[in-house]
């Protein structure tokens, strides 16, 4: 999270809207453990990184979600589910990211 920071930091300065992903649970083996993040700004631009690239396109979509509704929500990805088996989720296990939008 530390990691995100400065750029959320930047972000910030310059008044964009962030939304930010985190794993907050993980079901066997995963690219990464919970607490891992990642940042979405309204332009799109990432910071971080929740699975080491599997999945943060479809939580680039689902930031575009938060951007639009303002709804916190959860989403699961693991090794039988084939949205995660398309973006490269092949770790074996299932991992959980809770994507809010990010209030200053």
Known sequence: ???????????RADGR????????????SGPRGPGAAMAVNDRL???GSVSGGCVEGA???AA???FKTGERSVHTFGYS???????GLTCGGT???FVEPLDW
Do not use: N, P, Q, Y
Request: hydrophobic letters at 55%; aromatic letters at 4%.
């Open 1 to 11: 999270m530390r990691d995100l920071l400065d750029d959320i930091d930047r972000w």
């Open 17 to 28: 809207a962030v939304v930010l992903a985190r794993v907050v649970d993980l079901e066997g």
């Open 45 to 47: 631009e990432v910071t």
């Open 59 to 61: 939580l680039v979509t």
């Open 64 to 66: 575009e979600e938060v």
């Open 81 to 87: 589910d084939g949205e995660a088996f398309a973006v």
């Open 95 to 97: 991992i959980h990211v």
